[in-house]
């Protein structure tokens, strides 16, 4: 018997056919069979009661480390999945700096594979595989064969790929094929051993900085690069005001460039490093109010194209240490859209339609998985919940992970539930 | 009246009062130090642990008579690195030195931080020994002490700063407590270790020394280390000298005498010359008899507020 799901009274919203209207979804064997203002529910159908809530096409964040294979004690591509599915989201990218790295066919393979046989499947995982082989930035991995196994975009992240005449030949070689070369822009030289940004709280603290141009650089050269051999670059984790400024004239200029940013970006300033919370370390670093504020005027017209999480989960163990030594980074797909209503959509700075195009449409299209969310199609959505007060507990997380600076937050605005591959998870 | 916290661990946001209390009870200690007998009752049955992850051997010798001075039963746990090497957590070693019943911790760590991240998993009074390039805040307030004693007050004092400011915690700690206590600081050296918007702290900057030098009531000459040249900071020990070093040529160009301290331990010739090392301006030798009684000071009022 066909499994029928009949989601009722959500305001749905898909800008990329400007839809804004309260519609009823009937979904047969997770197939979208009709969206009306009213539909009355067939029998043997389940209802999902979404009056007042909000209903988009299925978010997807496209910076994510699941550390599957080889760091399965930070995060499996099951909890991460699962972490994802609570979060909002019905896709992931995930990363490859794994261990061995998703530098060949066969972890393509593997991670595409162990995504459709965990929590159901309803999560999509699309890997990026590496730039160059094992991420050591010295020989191009085999990219026409990641991709032809389901690599839907190119990254060193982690690291950057420092050398100019390998970026080169990658944007090149990569723009064969369409995939965008994803980089994690960071001069090398610029940066060692820093730990939080170079800036007056560093000063004070004692720390060592990581200086705002040593991602500027990085992001101008490759807009060079970009520019030069007519290819296609994305910019992981944007996190400074210079930044947003170059990717803004290149866009002006015709380069086929994009960009994300962190929900801990737009959130965060390196105020909170003094509390020595090795939570607040991560890299790109929390910046400064001016950056915050340049960041939020490139999400508002236009030159920040994604927001994504670089969902970075650590062991307690491995965070719990002194702040030199703690690794970068913290889990975000639990809270990113949370914190994305409570400091983009509430303070009027992105509209709901915006903040559905950085969360789906932008992500999707930068990917080449495109989804459309009209009868015929397969239902891929994002139940959200505008109202709804709540504060952040991280022992609540679905990741195996809980390093998270915004334990305790309170947030207004949250994800519901999702709805992919014909299963509904409401929670 | 004690300190308005039960740590010490930093001079950045400490209160003037706090200040002015252990500069105060350090008195009555440095008198005690001229007795014949120089121990007190006023620990005893207190252990205290000094946890070094740093090697060190002056503050670590300075703080252990402290301890006994005051009759403290003194522990010392030195790991330079080793324990982390083997795998075992600050948080494993502090919870083991804690599960020994310990009142009191001082700790000396090369990560900024550290003392406050021990305030969270110990129940102990915590003495930050030095964290990173942070603060040092026993070194500031025996500084402080030390230009208090020849000056009669720190209100007004013009004092400089010189050398690697960047990467210490000595001068950190001077800037915050020399501010609040209303002197005027500078700092001077080379840009490369001038850190980025230390001007917002309150300080002015200099980059040659000559010109500073008749603005001044006294000079922090700062240690400049060896592995600071290897990394690209500044060209050679020999330009430092030349154009940053304080020496008696320089000194006698200005009219009035300038107090010399130094935290140490001093390269000779490199950022402070023999001569004016062992000057008649120096007071570098009366910082190290003042560091222990500040640090008895800091001990007793840590150790009996609980």
């Known amino acids: 018997m066909p499994k029928k799901y009949l989601l009722q009274g959500g ?33 043997d159908c389940e209802v999902i009661d979404l009056r007042g809530k909000l209903v988009a096409p299925g978010f997807i964040d496209m910076h994510v480390h699941l550390r599957e294979p080889g760091f399965e004690h930070k995060e499996t591509i099951e909890t991460g999945t699962l972490s994802a599915a609570h979060g909002g989201f019905t896709a992931v990218c995930c990363m490859p700096n794994t261990n061995p790295a998703i530098d060949d066919e066969s972890i393509v393979h593997f991670v595409h594979s162990k995504g459709k046989n965990v929590n159901n499947g309803i999560v999509d995982v699309f890997p990026i595989g590496a730039v160059t082989k094992g991420r050591k930035g010295k020989e191009l991995s085999s990219i026409a064969e990641l991709v032809q196994a389901g690599a839907v975009g190119l990254s060193d992240d982690g690291a950057p790929v420092y050398d100019a005449e390998i970026m080169r030949r990658a944007l090149e070689y990569a723009s064969m094929y369409d995939v965008p070369i994803i980089q994690h ?13 170079e800036g007056l709280v560093a000063t004070e603290l004692g720390m060592p900085g990581i200086p705002p141009v040593a991602e500027e650089i990085m992001i101008g050269r490759d807009v060079q690069l970009t520019e030069y051999t007519r290819s296609r670059y994305h910019v992981a984790h944007i996190s400074t005001a210079g930044s947003v400024g170059l990717v803004r004239d290149a866009k002006k200029k015709g380069v086929r460039i994009t960009c994300e940013v962190t929900p801990h970006h737009f959130t965060l300033t390196d105020d909170a490093v003094r509390s020595f919370d090795t939570n607040t370390k991560m890299n790109p670093p929390l910046r400064t109010q001016t950056d915050i504020d340049a960041i939020k005027l490139g999400l508002r017209d236009g030159t920040i194209d994604v927001i994504a999480t670089d969902h970075a989960p650590h062991s307690l163990d491995e965070k719990e240490v002194d702040y030199l030594q703690a690794p970068f980074g913290i889990v975000g797909l639990e809270t990113a859209i949370g914190l994305a209503i409570t400091e983009l959509v509430v303070t009027k700075i992105l509209s709901l339609a915006q903040l559905i195009e950085k969360f789906s449409t932008n992500p999707r299209k930068i990917i080449g998985r495109t989804i459309e969310t009209r009868e015929g199609e397969l239902a891929n959505l994002t139940f959200m919940d505008l109202d709804a007060v709540w504060t952040v507990k991280t022992s609540r997380f679905k990741s195996k992970s809980k390093n998270s600076p915004f334990e305790e937050r309170t947030l207004k605005g949250k994800a519901i539930g999702i709805f992919n591959h014909g299963i509904a998870l409401v929670y | 009246m004690g300190l308005s916290s039960r740590h010490l661990l930093g001079l950045d946001g400490a209160p003037k009062s706090d200040i002015e209390l252990i500069l105060e009870t350090a008195v009555s200690f440095k008198e005690i130090l001229g007795r014949p007998i120089k121990k007190v009752p006023t620990l005893q049955g207190k252990t205290i642990a000094n946890l070094f992850f740093e090697s060190s051997t002056r503050t670590r010798i300075s703080f252990e008579l402290a301890e006994r001075r005051l009759s403290a039963d003194v522990v010392n746990f030195s790991a330079s690195g080793s324990s982390v090497s083997k795998g075992e957590t600050l948080k494993d070693t502090a919870r083991n030195i804690e599960a020994m019943k310990i009142d009191m911790v001082v700790i000396r760590h090369n990560a900024a931080g550290t003392a406050h991240f021990l305030t969270r998993v110990v129940q102990a009074a915590v003495l930050n020994a030095g964290d990173g390039c942070h603060e040092h805040p026993t070194q500031a307030l025996l500084d ?7 000056f009669g007050s720190l209100e007004g004092l013009r004092v400089c700063i010189v050398g690697d400011i960047s990467h210490s915690r000595v001068a950190r700690s001077n800037i915050y407590g020399l501010r609040t206590m209303g002197a005027k600081v500078s700092v001077c050296g080379p840009a490369t270790l001038i850190p980025r918007e230390i001007e917002k702290l309150g300080v002015e900057v200099y980059h040659r020394i000559d010109d500073v030098l008749p603005k001044v009531d006294a000079l922090n000459v700062l240690r400049i280390q060896m592995e600071r040249q290897a990394g690209g900071l500044f060209p050679s020990l020999r330009e430092y000298n030349r154009f940053f070093g304080v020496t008696k040529d320089r000194l006698e160009k200005i009219d009035h005498p300038i107090t010399i301290m130094h935290p140490g331990p001093i390269n000779r010739d490199v950022e402070l010359s023999a001569d004016v090392a062992d000057g008649p301006h120096s007071v570098i030798l009366d910082q190290v008899l003042n560091g222990v009684a500040i640090r008895m000071a800091v001990l007793y009022l840590l150790g009996t507020t609980q």
């Open chain 1, 11 to 43: 305001r749905f919203i898909d800008p990329s056919t400007h839809t804004d209207s309260i519609l009823d979804i009937l979904i047969v064997d997770g197939v979208i069979q009709s969206m009306k203002p009213s539909i009355a529910p067939p029998s």
């Open chain 1, 185 to 197: 822009c960071e001069e090398p030289a610029l940066v060692q051993g820093g730990v939080m940004n």
């Open chain 2, 144 to 150: 402080m002490y030390t230009l208090k004693e020849k």
